[in-house]
Structure formats: C-alpha cells, structure tokens
C-alpha cells in the first residue's frame, strides 16, 4: 500500500494523492502541473491530504469526531482505492479509516474535465456499535506552497452583496463564514479566491477558487504555516451543526469545487459559469426572458387596473414574462404590509374580487408569460396559519420567538410542515395552469435553531442546520417533478440563495434588492466570480433615481428585466426601455451565453468595463461604465501598460487578423459615436475604448461582430 498514487485529471487541473510510509495519505501535487511537484521527496514530507483533529496538533483540523469511547481524536490510514462510474461521471473514492475507532472516512474527488473543475467531499460512516459526534467533516483541504498568499472572498448583507475584500494572508488562520442558515450567500457567498503568489489579475498570476455548493452556511479556513505552506479547509460551517451518527449511518459532507488557473482570476470564472451552465442550474441552456416585475412598480398596492394597465405597456415595451410580487394573498389577515398574512396562499377578494384568473388572462393574451412570488417557507405570526399552527415554526422551547420582518421561520423537518408547503405551491400552479414562473423568496434567517420534529431528538437539536437544507432541497426539487415547465427563481432578500447548491432546483436568482445602477456594476461584478450572467436577475428601476439609460446599460450586462411603474414613465423613458428591450434580445444569447472577459474592475476605480464573446470569437458585446465624473484609480482606457492585461484578455478571444465591425448599441444615446467601425481584431480594444463621455454616471455598450 505504501507508495501507491492515486492521479486525479481534470482536463490539465489535477490533484495527486500518494500512501506513505505510515499509511497516512498526502496531497503531492494539486494544480497544473502535478507531475513534477511530486519527484524524489519522500512522501511523508507532502502535506496530509485530510487533517484531523489530533493528527497534526499545530494545524487546523478538517475533520473532528468524538468516538464511541469518548477519544476525541481520529488518525486516518489508508484502506484501498476505487473509481465508480455514475451517471454523472467518475467518482474516485480513496477509502481511510481511523487506526482504532470504528469508523470510515470517504474521500470523494469527482473531475469535471469538460469544464476542468474537481469537486470534492467526505463521507464518514460509523461501523461500531456507539454513537460518535461529528465536530466537522469539511469537504476538502488542500495545500498550496505560498510565496505571497492573498485571498479574496465577498459579503456584505443586504442591498450589499458582494462587496470585495482582497487580503494578504500572513499568518495564523483567517476564517471567513456565513451565518443565518437561509439567506447564507447574502453576508458571505460561498466563493474564495486564493492567489498563490500575490494579488492576481484577471490574465495574470496562480488562482485557486472554490466554492460550496450548498444552500445552507459554509466556510472557509485559510492557514499559513510555516514553511510557506498554506492550506484551505472549505465546507459546511460546523459551528452549531454537530451530528450524532449512530451505529451504521453514514454522513457525506457538502461537496466544495475548485477551478485552477495559471493565468489570472477570469478562466476560473470562465469554467465555474461553464459548470453552472451545463451541470448546476435548471435547464441552463435555455435563453431567459425579459422579466417585467411588479414590486418597485405598485409595492402592496396591487388592483387589476393597475396591474392590467402595467401588463399593456410591459407588452407594448417587448417584455415577455409578467411577474405578480409579493401582495397578492391574505384574506383573514390581508398583505397590505410585511406585517401580515404570510402563509395564508387564499387570493386576497379585496384586491383581486375575481381572483388571478383574468389578469393571468390579459396577461397571455398579449403574448408575454405570467409569474408570481411565493414565500413558502415563512410565517406571519399575525396569519391564519400561525394562529392555527403555532408549533410550525423553528423554536425554541422557553425562549424568545425572534421576529425579522415580522416573520417565523417554518419547521420544514416536519413531514405535515413540508407537505403544507408543497400543497401550497402545487394548488396555486394546478388552479393557475397560465403560471409559468415563480418567484420562490425566502426573508429572513433561522435564529433559535430548535425543531419540534419527530426525527430530531432533543438531543439533536443541532442537526437542524443540515436537515433544514436538506428538507428544503426535497421541497424544491419535488416542486421542479412536479412542475418541470414552471421556471423558478431563486430570492433571500435579494442575492441570498446565490449557490451551486440552491441552483440545482433553480433557473435564476435575483441578484440584490439594491438596482442603483452605480452599486449594481459592482454587486454584478463581484457576483460573476461565480455565476453566470445568465441567472443574475438584473432589473431596471428607480433605486437611486438615476437616468433610465445607465440603469438599461447595466440591466442588460446580466438577466435583464424592468421592475417600475410603467404608467408613470415619460415618453422619452418610454422609447429608451423599447430600444433597450429590443436590444436586449439581440444580444442576449451572448450575455447568457457567452465568455465573460472583465476587463477593467470597478473596485477601488471609477469605472467599469465587461465583455461576453461567443465560443468562436465572432461575436462580442462589450459593456462600458463611468461611474464618477472625474475617474481616478486607473489610467485613461488605452493609455498606458496598465490596460494591457485586461485588454489582451479580450484580445485572447477575438481573432487578430479578422475584421469586425464594431457598433455603438447604447439605449438612449442622444450623440452616438460613430455608428459602425470596421476595425482589425487586433485594433478592436482600442477601437471600443472611448469611456462613456461624462457627466456620470454613463454607459456604452458596443456590439462586435466579425465582418
Ligand atoms: C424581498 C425581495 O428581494 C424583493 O424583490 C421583493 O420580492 C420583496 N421581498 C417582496 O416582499
């Protein structure tokens, strides 16, 4: 067994295991390249490849049990190795138990190698007869040699998501992790990057990143030892969510998945949009559709005139989904606020004197779709439901039921809560069969983790922030056999559930609440480190008042959509979002379709700059914005080396020899530029790289198509 290697390929991203002489397993090599990292040393000197807890007493452990005997720490050997071929592809399971407690330990690695990630996690099974409690089983650990360790990881909470920080990572731990178990990607999405060898670009430098796929909350553990030595422990985030495994269970760990790049931050972008694309999100290939929502238009305040005057105008404009928010329910306790009515799905008469039906009507007649917002897993206490169910809801016995926004937590463990939920969502679409789209939101976090289910026993209790996930998922995907041609998206306040867990039962999230299109260009930029442009709902409104044009501009970069009050619209506004609408739809294959090139980031600069180009390198849309009126932080556009990497970026996807002909397609704009270039592809970066002229903010947008 010693000396055995175990060579995992991702399509030029691997990972090399290795036996000891000890039995214990080591990582040789991770990255490009593994080859050579793993030549004459002998392999006890490699990192281990899944530290526990008692093992390697200084470091941080990724794997925590106390064993049936109450010992508390576990040291794995190694057991025997086998690929399974599934339908997903090949798993490789390197099988390890501890040296003494009865239990299995799993090392799961799955190579995506059409898209060239590797997906890792851990499966622990108890094979004695006692109970054990699992501390943590993390799914990954890898290591890096680190010259100049820098991490990158986002958050920022509501009307806030992804705010960028770039850290160097000298020494000690730095943890990052989500809380709340419901909105997790709102404060912390479940992304880090990890540069190697100092502050990376987007064409330059080593980047590792990884990402959870789960809906509840993650983390990660950055440790710099000694010896430049830097390992990530990635996964669930443990603290409050022991397990107690019985004899015979097993537990697999949420699965983390890495992208590796030589060559700057956007290829693993690149390859985790492929990922979402084509293994992750919902009918992923499918173009999605100009969503017109009502929320920032009427609020509360729905009446079918209202709401038939704005699915006219919506119709009128090219939009092609209509979307009914949140208001629309409530008939003991009305939803005229936040304050009431959530869980009691009756159509409010008041509002809606003849029900759904006929707006539904008027709304397919024009030809666009219709949705509507649901909020399933939630509880006003001031509802017919809660009045009726009180011991529905996540709880603790004794303490406080803490309200946020009004509301109550319901206790989807409970087969008769779960069963309520999808009752709910199945009569609304069965009664409704023009329901084409949901909404599905979720507005606010689990706090008194306590569930009055059958199967969590008083002394599990802490097994709630798994088996809420869990019991979730089962909702949502029993909600996707169910219903397999309603297209959902997914809403926590905005961009909480933005996950590779979540987006499995998913087509879309809705990206942030906060639509100022200044603070837009960076939550979408910050966003499109992980997701692609085809699932981030971007909506044009009157958040920050700022002209319609800039906010279409910066729409149209992501899922586009309006969500305004289109009677109130000027007639010059009104053209601007036509033009945008239509615009929108000729290049909207690109945008969700297509390679993101970020070519000048808007952290820490005044301006912003994006392009998506199509697999062939003929056709591109190019997304610029000024985002203050004096721009500081970087050079002027083609002025100085400081844009040649961003710029040989795009250059890398175009061809060079190959003419194209570049457009001014900005909605709105009073003087366009020249209306058509025809420029080399060498020449095509210069050509584009006018900044919008001022006063801020200001937008262009150019479309490239090889002549
Ligand atoms: C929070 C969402 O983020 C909003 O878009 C809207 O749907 C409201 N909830 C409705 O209550």
Redesign the pocket.
């Given at each position: 067994m010693a000396g055995q290697r175990i060579e995992i390929d991702a399509g030029g991203f691997g990972l090399v295991l290795g036996v000891g002489d000890d039995g214990r397993v080591h990582q040789l090599g991770f990255g490009r390249d593994t080859a050579p990292a793993t030549a004459d040393l002998p392999t006890w000197l490699y990192p281990l490849a899944y530290p526990t807890f008692g093992e390697e007493h200084l470091r941080e452990p990724a794997l925590r049990i106390t064993h049936g005997d109450g010992a508390t720490s576990t040291r794995l050997v190694y057991r025997g190795h086998h690929q399974q071929v599934d339908g997903r592809g090949t798993v490789h399971r390197i099988e390890l138990a501890d040296r003494v407690a009865p239990v299995r330990v799993t090392l799961c690695v799955r190579p995506w190698p059409d898209v060239g990630l590797i997906e890792q996690w851990v499966e622990v099974t108890n094979d004695g007869s006692a109970p054990c409690t699992l501390h943590q089983v993390a799914a990954s650990a890898p290591s890096f040699t680190a010259v100049d360790p820098h991490l990158t990881h986002w958050g920022g909470g509501w009307a806030n998501e992804w705010t960028e920080t770039t850290e160097r990572i000298a020494s000690g731990t730095k943890t990052v992790a989500s809380a709340g178990g419901v909105r997790s990607s709102l404060h912390l999405p479940p992304l880090a990057l990890l540069a190697p060898d100092g502050i990376a670009s987007e064409v330059h430098g080593r980047v590792a990143a990884v990402t959870v796929a789960w809906g509840g909350d993650v983390r990660f553990d950055v440790e710099a030892a000694p010896h430049g030595q830097l390992r990530v422990i990635a996964g669930a985030q443990h603290r409050g969510a022991e397990r107690i495994l019985d004899p015979g269970a097993s537990f697999s760990s949420p699965p983390a998945i890495w992208a590796w790049s030589e060559t700057g931050i956007g290829p693993t972008s690149r390859a985790l949009h492929r990922y979402a694309r084509e293994h992750v999100v919902r009918d992923g290939g499918r173009t999605r559709a100009t969503v017109v929502?009502t929320?920032e238009a009427l609020f509360f305040a729905l009446d079918p005139e209202r709401l038939g005057a704005q699915v006219d105008v919506a119709a009128d404009l090219g939009g092609e989904l209509f979307l009914l928010?949140?208001g629309w329910f409530g008939t003991t306790h009305p939803r005229d606020d936040?304050t009431t009515g959530l869980g009691d799905w009756e159509v409010d008469r008041r509002k809606f004197p003849h029900g759904l039906q006929p707006l539904i009507d008027r709304t397919l007649k024009t030809g666009m779709r219709f949705g509507l917002?649901v909020?399933p897993e939630m509880v006003n206490p001031a509802s017919s439901l809660y009045e009726d169910h009180p011991d529905w809801v996540i709880a603790e016995a004794g303490r406080d039921r803490r309200e946020e926004r009004n509301q109550l937590v319901l206790d989807l463990c409970r087969p008769e809560v779960a069963a309520f939920c999808l009752g709910v969502i199945d009569r609304v679409l069965t009664e409704h069969p023009g329901i084409s789209y949901l909404?599905w939101?979720a507005?606010r976090d689990v706090t008194e983790p306590g569930s009055g289910a059958a199967g969590i026993a008083t002394d599990r209790q802490s097994h709630l922030p798994i088996d809420r996930v869990r019991a979730t998922y089962e909702l949502m995907a029993e909600v996707g056999r169910r219903h397999p041609d309603v297209e959902l998206m997914a809403?926590?306040?905005?961009g909480g559930r933005g996950d590779f867990g979540t987006l499995r039962y998913f087509h879309e999230i809705?990206t942030s609440?906060n639509t100022d299109p200044l603070d837009r260009v960076r939550i979408q930029w910050g966003a499109s480190h992980l997701l692609p442009a085809s699932v981030l709902g971007a909506h044009v409104t009157r958040w920050g008042n700022k002209p319609l044009a800039i906010g279409c501009a910066v729409a149209m970069s992501g899922r586009f959509g309006l969500d305004l009050d289109l009677q109130a619209i000027d007639p010059a506004e009104r053209e601007i979002l036509r033009e945008a609408v239509a615009t929108y739809a000729r290049i909207r294959d690109l945008v969700q379709h297509g390679q993101l090139y970020r070519l000048v980031s808007p952290i820490g600069t005044d301006r912003a700059s994006l392009a998506y180009v199509d697999d062939e390198g003929d056709r591109a849309v190019a997304f610029a914005y000024r985002l203050a009126d004096e721009l500081v932080g970087a050079d002027e556009p083609g002025s100085g080396p400081g844009h040649a990497p961003p710029l040989a970026g795009l250059l890398a996807a175009i061809q060079p020899s190959r003419t194209y002909v570049v457009r001014d397609i900005t909605p709105g704009r009073a003087s366009p530029g020249p209306a058509r270039v025809e420029v080399l592809g060498a020449d095509v970066a210069s050509a584009m790289f006018a900044w919008p002229a001022g006063p801020a903010p200001a937008a262009t947008i150019w479309e490239i198509s090889a002549g």
């Open positions: 929502n929320w928010d949140d936040d917002w909020e909404k939101d507005n809403c926590a306040s905005g809705w609440d």
